[in-house]
């Protein structure tokens, strides 16, 4: 598994990289089969360390956490046991998806942009208007089955998710309904 371990503002010492790569390491080859990447960033935020872990295993699925705490290594620990009780939840789930599976989930390259907000108009907005881009970023679209696609929301704890459904090779949407349901989006071919 290749590691990304950084710090916004802070320094990251070559005890604090062990420590991650053999803690992080146990805890994902525990539940994972086949991880692939991981990123660590340690922040401060006040008092605060901050630590995000993002893991992204072979299989498409993506889990992330994060955890505060006023020690940097407990903030970490923390941070790793919200991964790791993540990973025990779904992995009977990712067994049973994924025990057919031989080849890592085809990921797709897309764009992704950001728009600026405008504030102080109405809903009647002229058509003709342009929004403004803030940023434009690289964005990953998963090849997966809609089973696949609602796990990977629900790991991610991510509102909406965007895939290429294998069995349709259309682009779908999954999404969380405010009644707490999850919706699906399926276009029809034009």
Known sequence: MQYQISGKQIEIGQALQTHVKNELGDVVAKYAERPTDAQVIFSKNAHEFVCET???LSTGLTAQAKAHSTEIYAAFDDCTEKMEKQ??????????HHKDRVDPVEVFGGASYILAAEEGHD???DATLNPMIIAEMETRIPSLSVGEAVMQMELAHAPVLVFRNEKTEGVNVVYRREDGNIGWIDPKDA
């Open 54 to 56: 993002v893991v992204h």
């Open 87 to 96: 990973l025990r939840r779904y992995k009977r789930r990712l067994k049973d």
């Open 123 to 125: 809903e009647a907005v």
